[in-house]
């Protein structure tokens, strides 16, 4: 989980190119909570950060932060806030407001602008404005920002800031290249080759065996919480409509004979032909040509013995030759007969002669003939007017305040209620139940929507199957009841206590080896249920190969000093381990072969890259300045975390 939300944050460039993950995120997954209220309970309007001559205050970090993690949860549905944050998801959105913020007043100090067309027409490409139609809806978008509590002010200040950033960051960020002076080091480092000894002390065996009764069990509980807690669900009441739900109005037979009239040539009697023609630049050439043809030559081989050759065209009407030659040539083309030769004839291109390969004539539909095609068409046409149409009526209820429930009556559609859901859609102690999989979609918006009781539209199926939901309720993350979970509390007590043993007893070891001890001897001295040290090493190329994960082992020793020890705790209190490095073989820099050394430089661009900006964010920041306040990060931290009281 961990690595999933570094993940999120780990591209400098494209922090800065996309901000999806805090400017626009409540856009690109239309997501909610964007109160853009500086007192949304808890800590009142203070600030946490001075950006120049902008503040930001704590509800709108706050605000922030539920959007990123909302997004979290969609690669990880299990995530709690409490975890997200203790991985550096607050501190990571604090960073990019105040890096966004900075970059807004140096790149305007610099002279850089956005436009309002320019807005105006990234606001349309935003998918979250779509509506069932898929392009730009004024409605969608009012409805999006009311729902949102968002003004349309605050959206283009979060997009020209955005714009911005693209405009200042990116050229600075696409370093197309690097020097092979400057990727050498990099080459020698990738080829350089470690050796060390490493022993595994497992927390089981170490591990009590007494139950050390409630008290502690529940002071364990208090202290990881977040292990133990079940993630938010909610229980979604929806009504589903399709097509199959809207009424179409029939055709009628005016609305064919309309259609018939105002598009008479299309059912008139037509003819396309399809030619085999030779390009040539001079009219001697093209009479030579076609003289040999009419000889018996084929059109191929005569256009081939000239240096030249054939093509053939695609079924065209008169008209469509005309154009490229003229209305005379075009209307003896379609007098000749199929096998005929045409020409030569000027075109546009040159002298031109043509055979005739293909006749095709159609012959003119009466309106009887036509009818039944155009009322296929016309049936069609108004069944995409009917959804849409009902699509928009049921929108406009719900921006109007009518509950889903009142939806669903005067609708007739039959109305549903799920039971408690996991953002997966799996519902805690019931392993039997499975969700439709095509309300997979309706699951997602409604663990994004800002509370209960609203009503929305989910597209299930694009243009053709809809939902009408509401959150009816929402159990907050929390751990399950004591009784209930106290033989598991029971279990992961006992390994944290031999946890501790294990890791006592690897200090234990470390130290001795700083002592002058080999590894094997320190571990020998340190008692039974140890492992025997075991040689680990390897190339740091090699590091996750294939796309392998890097055993924390290797990655520890890869970043040690010769002659020095580490410890490792092993996640889940399953141990420690003691690291030595001994060994470090690295080449001469100047002696790796210059073909490797390229190889290596093309993908240390986009690093060097990332660099710049950094340094660049780092020096807006410090020209702009920027002021912190720390105490009430901490506190919103606490907050965000459980670990505090929420101030009312």
Do not use: C
């Not at 690669?75 to 970059?103: C, H, K, Y």
């Not at 027409?121 to 968002?150: C, H, K, Y």
């Not at 595994?200 to 065996?209: G, L, N």
């Not at 009887?368 to 095609?373: I, Q």
């Amino acid at each position: 989980m961990i690595t999933a939300i570094r993940a999120m944050f780990s591209s400098t460039i494209g922090k800065f190119l996309a901000l999806a993950f805090v400017v626009l995120v409540g856009l690109a997954f239309a997501l909610s909570d964007v109160t853009g209220n500086s007192s949304f309970g808890g800590i009142g309007g203070a600030n946490v950060a001075k950006v120049g001559s902008e503040e930001i205050g704590v509800g709108e970090l706050r605000d922030r932060v539920r959007q990123a993690y909302n997004q979290a949860r969609q690669n990880q549905p299990g995530m709690t806030m409490a975890a997200f944050v203790e991985s550096g998801g607050l501190d990571q959105v604090l960073n990019q407001l105040v890096e966004g913020r900075a970059f807004d007043q140096f790149a305007t100090d610099m002279g850089f602008g956005v436009s309002k067309r320019l807005l105006d027409g990234r606001i349309a490409d935003i998918p979250a404005f779509a509506g069932v139609s898929g392009t730009f809806d004024q409605t969608r978008f009012e409805s999006f920002l009311r729902e949102n509590g968002m003004t349309e002010t605050q959206l283009r200040a979060d997009l020209r800031q955005q714009l911005l950033i693209e405009q200042l960051a990116a050229p600075v960020g696409m370093m197309p290249r690097i020097a092979p002076g400057m990727a050498q080091p990099y080459a020698a480092l990738l080829m350089e080759q470690r050796r060390g000894q490493a022993t595994f002390i497992p927390a089981s065996p170490f591990a009590p065996t007494a139950d050390p009764g409630d008290a502690t069990l529940r002071t364990y509980l208090t202290q990881n919480a977040a292990k133990f807690t079940v993630p938010e669900r909610r229980v979604v009441q929806y009504a589903l409509f399709d097509r199959a739900a809207v009424p179409v109005p029939a055709v009628t037979d005016a609305e064919i004979a309309k259609v018939y009239k105002d598009n008479a040539a299309r059912y008139a009697a037509s003819e396309t032909r399809r030619f085999s023609q030779v390009i040539v630049p001079d009219q001697a050439t093209a009479n030579s040509l076609a003289a040999k043809v009419r000889g018996g030559t084929s059109l191929a081989a005569a256009a081939q013995a000239a240096g030249l050759s054939a093509s053939t065209t695609g079924d065209l009407t008169q008209s469509a030759y005309a154009a490229t030659a003229s209305a005379a040539a075009a209307k003896t083309a379609f007098a000749a007969k199929r096998g005929d030769l045409v020409g030569p004839t000027q075109t546009g291109l040159g002298w031109s002669v043509a055979r005739v390969e293909d006749v095709t004539a159609r012959p003119a539909q009466s309106l009887a003939d036509a009818s039944a095609e155009i009322r296929t068409e016309l049936a069609k046409n108004k069944a995409n007017e009917a959804i849409v149409d009902y699509y928009n009526a049921i929108q406009d209820a719900v921006n109007g305040g009518a509950s889903v429930e009142e939806v669903a009556a005067d609708r007739k559609l039959q109305l549903q209620t799920t039971p408690a859901l996991l953002p997966s859609g799996r519902v805690p102690g019931q392993p039997a139940f499975t969700l439709a999989p095509e309300l997979a979609p309706l699951v997602s918006q409604a663990f994004q929507a800002a509370g209960e009781g609203e009503g929305h539209i989910a597209t299930l199926v694009e243009n053709e199957k809809f939902a009408v939901y509401s959150v009816k309720s929402i159990i907050a993350a929390a751990p399950p009841p004591f009784a209930q979970i106290r033989g598991d509390l029971l279990s992961e007590w006992r390994f944290a206590q031999g946890q501790k043993v294990a890791r006592d007893k690897a200090r234990a070891i470390a130290k001795a080896v700083e002592g002058g001890k080999s590894l094997a001897d320190a571990v020998a001295a340190a008692g039974p249920n140890i492992g025997n040290a075991q040689t680990i090493g390897g190339r740091r190329a090699e590091l996750g190969a294939n796309g392998q994960p890097v055993p924390p082992e290797l990655a520890l020793l890869f970043s040690m000093a010769k002659g020095s020890v580490k410890t490792l705790e092993i996640p889940g209190n399953r141990g420690w381990m003691v690291i030595a490095l001994t060994d470090v073989a690295r080449p001469d820099p100047k002696s790796i072969e210059p073909q490797r050394v390229a190889a290596i430089a093309q993908p240390l661009a986009p690093a060097f890259g990332s660099e710049l900006v950094e340094q660049l964010a780092a020096e807006a920041k410090r020209r702009v300045g920027v002021t912190i306040n720390k105490t009430l990060v901490d506190q919103l931290r606490r907050e965000l975390t459980g670990t505090a009281p929420v101030a009312e």
